[in-house]
């Protein structure tokens, strides 16, 4: 176990490389979510927030399974986790300032698979205005398929794919093919498990998107890069609830009407056969009171059935994780 510790902080004394790809980028707001989630099925050790400061981390906060959640001093008062389990790591940032802007890696330490990682960059300006090239609607839970073709001159060397919702933009993909005749394909970490790309011609890329979720929906870009250029070509992606969620809620509303209208049936049958024996009972009443030389009748009733951290506990230090 202190093995496992020890290569974990290994990061600690090391500087982020910056040209490494950046898995999403935020617009600085008043209060900012940075989110971090784990979607596979390893058991996740320890996250861990840090912001970067030059060629040197800081420490944010951490959060294991064992010890709990510990935030640093400089940012107790203003951040705080949004679930706090070991699925979904992400912190909610408050009352930011200029002093936020920069560069943010969520390190998730997984057993047995090693250390994962999300980086985030923070910026001040928006991303402007983004027309579409098109825009294409389907339905939720379904795989979709989105084609990006280039057709102007010159060669392509590399592309990138975004998707933009309000003030963020996420890496999809990543796809260069190298001088040895190798391709290189990487993809943003909140894509790889439901995403594929295929860009054995980097002129002609399908994007293909499993069971996409309302998540899925957004802005869709695919920038090709050339020596002396670039070209984008935007995709609005529409998703429809038209899927099992909306056809169990017609069944259940179309089941709740057939119920009601057999209840008010029945209802209205019964009422009616009870109207009927009122009816005969009244005559037989009648009939007895007119003839004194039959016997009193008896009447019967009708009964009603009716969800690794190398470090000394301290003050801020509380176990929270569930």
């Not at 790591?89 to 390190?107: F, P, Q, R």
């Not at 007119?290 to 009447?299: A, E, G, H, K, V």
């Not at 470090?311 to 929270?320: A, D, E, H, I, L």
């Amino acid at each position: 176990m202190n093995i496992i510790i020890g290569l974990f902080f290994l990061h600690l004394i090391k500087s982020v490389q910056l040209e490494e790809i950046v898995d999403s980028t935020l617009i600085l707001r008043r209060a900012i979510t940075l989110d971090c989630k784990y979607s596979g099925k390893e058991t996740v050790i320890q996250a861990q927030w840090s912001k970067v400061n030059g060629s040197l981390e800081e420490t944010m906060c951490t959060i294991t399974k064992s010890y709990g959640k510990y935030i640093s001093e400089k940012y107790i008062s203003r951040l705080s986790f949004v679930a706090e389990n070991s699925s979904d790591l992400s912190i909610i940032l408050k009352e930011t300032s200029e002093a936020d802007i920069g560069i943010y890696v969520c390190y998730l330490a997984v057993f047995p698979i090693g250390t994962v990682k999300k980086v985030i960059a923070v910026q001040a300006d928006d991303f402007g205005p983004i027309v579409p090239s098109s825009r294409q609607t389907f339905k939720e839970n379904t795989d979709i398929t989105l084609n990006f073709l280039y057709t102007l001159l010159g060669h392509v060397k590399q592309v990138t794919v975004q998707k933009f919702t309000d003030g963020k933009m996420e890496l999809v993909a990543h796809c260069e093919h190298l001088m040895n005749g190798r391709k290189l394909l990487s993809y943003g970490i909140d894509f790889s498990k439901h995403s594929f790309l295929n860009c054995s011609n980097l002129q002609k890329i399908t994007l293909k998107i499993h069971q996409a979720a309302i998540t899925d929906e957004g802005l869709y870009q695919c920038h090709f890069w050339l020596d002396d250029k670039n070209h984008t070509i935007s995709i609005q992606v529409h998703l429809q609830t038209t899927g099992i969620t909306s056809i169990s809620t017609f069944a259940l509303i179309c089941g709740t009407s057939s119920l009601v209208i057999i209840v008010i049936f029945t209802i209205a049958a019964f009422c009616l056969v009870r109207r009927k024996n009122n009816k005969r009972i009244q005559v037989k009443q009648v009939n007895v009171s007119f003839n004194s030389t039959y016997p009193q009748l008896d009447i019967e009733t009708v009964d009603e059935e009716h969800t690794y951290a190398n470090f000394v506990p301290n003050s801020s230090f509380s176990k929270s994780w569930t």
